[in-house]
């Protein structure tokens, strides 16, 4: 039971939320664990997201699989692990990565520039700290994640293939899913792939969150699906904040 103190706060804070998204203010509901888990895990992460995270994560429609497309460091995978805990999600979480880095423009042989560092050694140690960060912040939910790009994940889901992840567990894929993040490929043939096979599988009620789809940022391929998604009729729009979060319409 909350003391009136803390009823109080929790009230105040709320009342903030609301004026500060009536401003335009993307709404934050960092907590403070978030604040730990994005001081120790690299990533790229507009806190925006988060709500969208929450509002998903509260209202999902079924027990079926939630998909991360593009998980860097694990950043977004952990807080999603976060606010799943929060909710007791107790779906099934995967995540794709070929851990290549769009745009990155370095063939796997070359060095970054000005270092003695192969590419290879880099996106090797990203991986690596992507497998410990998410084995440290989420031991207890851990994710089937699969080392490749979100057109193989969706073609081995379509196919139901039996996947290993990169903790060595194996995985069936397959069947309906009830959230997906898209934040692998920003570019406009990446995203409305992304976004066609995402709504291939999910569910009626089921979430799609776009990262990077605010106005004013140079994601225009991503803003672009993102309109076609937003005048469709079979998805409204939950929440822009700045990203855009959709949910799926009963057909
Ligand atoms: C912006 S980062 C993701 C950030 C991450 N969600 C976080 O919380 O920090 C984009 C990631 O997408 C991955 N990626 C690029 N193309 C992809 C694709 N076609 N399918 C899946 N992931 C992809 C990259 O390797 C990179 O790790």
Redesign the pocket.
């Known amino acids: 039971m909350d003391s009136p103190r803390h009823f109080l706060a929790r009230a105040l804070r709320r009342v903030a939320r609301a004026v500060d998204s009536e401003r335009g203010q993307p709404i934050d509901i960092s907590d403070d664990y978030v604040t730990w888990v994005c001081f120790a895990n690299?990533?790229?992460?507009n806190r925006g997201n988060l709500y969208c995270f929450d509002y998903a994560l509260r209202n999902l429609p079924s027990t079926d699989p939630i998909v991360?497309?593009?998980?860097?460091?694990?950043?977004?995978?952990n807080?999603l692990v976060h606010y799943m805990r929060k909710h007791g999600a107790t779906n099934h979480l995967f995540t794709?990565?070929?851990?290549?880095?769009?745009r990155s423009g370095l063939s796997s042989g070359e060095n970054l520039p000005g270092s003695p560092l192969s590419f290879v050694e880099y996106?090797n140690f990203?991986k690596e700290t992507y497998v410990r960060n998410v084995q440290m912040f989420s031991r207890d939910h851990l994710p089937h994640s699969v080392e490749?790009?979100?057109?193989?994940?969706f073609d081995a889901w379509r196919k139901k293939l039996r996947v290993r992840d990169v903790f060595g567990r194996d995985a069936e894929l397959g069947g309906q899913i009830s959230f997906c993040?898209v934040?692998?490929?920003?570019s406009e043939e990446?995203a409305r792939r992304?976004f066609d096979n995402c709504n291939e599988f999910l569910a009626p009620g089921g979430f799609v969150l776009f990262?990077?789809s605010a106005k004013g940022l140079p994601f225009h391929g991503v803003q672009r699906v993102v309109a076609e998604v937003s005048a469709s009729c079979r998805y409204e729009m939950v929440a822009c904040n700045p990203n855009h979060l959709f949910r799926k319409l009963a057909e």
């Open positions: 690299a990533g790229m992460l991360e497309i593009g998980s860097f460091c694990g950043l977004s995978t807080l794709c990565d070929p851990w290549d880095f769009e996106r990203v490749c790009s979100s057109d193989e994940f993040y934040d692998g490929n920003h990446f992304d990262d990077d």
